[in-house]
């Protein structure tokens, strides 16, 4: 009994440690355009290729996207498993990319890649859960299939903050700027 209430207590104060940042919002009076994000690697809602996973070459897949809504400063790209624990474990984050990109390769590396040149240089990454900052692919438990959220965010504004912020620096960096927005979803599993 003491053993069970002292995980309950454990996980009661873990959960008042975390610091929830809520989803980053648009500015007052403006509606999120919505934006189609779409990959020539998978369909929405399929599997992904081994390729863009941790069992293959670990590459992001390519992405395409419709027109950013007139306004926009920068573009944001965050990958996330919606089945993790904690939910939402991001994967990547590519932050002021610039407003007329609609499109990312296969493979792609904005800072110190053979990408650079598609950003002038001005791209950043963050840190992303597994604590590096690149794109970290699928990699769900063995026998498991997990849900992968690629999003397209249009911003107000560019965030100039610098590579390497984790996701909870990046979220309160866009609050209050976000235009528009596009999710692509597929799933993996080993």
């Known amino acids: 009994m003491k053993t069970t209430t002292i995980a309950l207590l454990a996980l009661g104060f873990l959960g008042a440690c975390a610091e929830p940042v809520a989803p980053p919002s648009s500015p007052a009076g403006v509606v999120v355009a919505h934006l189609t994000v779409t990959s ?21 897949p390519a992405l395409t996207w419709s027109a950013p809504p007139e306004g926009t400063k ?14 939402e474990y991001t994967h990547w984050l590519v932050y002021d990319l610039p407003p007329g990109m609609t499109k990312l390769p296969e ?7 053979p990408n650079a040149d598609l950003t002038g240089g001005n791209a ?17 438990p063995k026998q498991a299939v997990h849900r992968y959220r690629f999003r397209v965010l249009a911003l107000d504004a560019t965030l100039g903050i610098p590579t390497g912020a984790d996701r909870s ?3 309160r960096a866009m609050n209050g700027h976000v235009l528009g927005e596009g999710i692509l979803k597929g799933a993996f599993a080993h």
């Open 169 to 171: 620096t990046l979220d």
């Open 74 to 87: 920068s573009l944001v790209v965050v990958v996330d498993d919606l089945d993790s624990s904690p939910p």
């Open 107 to 113: 493979g792609f590396e904005p800072v110190g890649g």
């Open 40 to 60: 020539a690697n998978f369909a929405p809602g399929s599997a992904m290729p081994i390729d863009q996973s941790c069992d293959g070459k670990n590459a992001s």
């Open 124 to 140: 950043s990454v963050g840190l992303n859960d597994f604590k590096n900052t690149r794109y970290d692919g699928p990699c769900p």
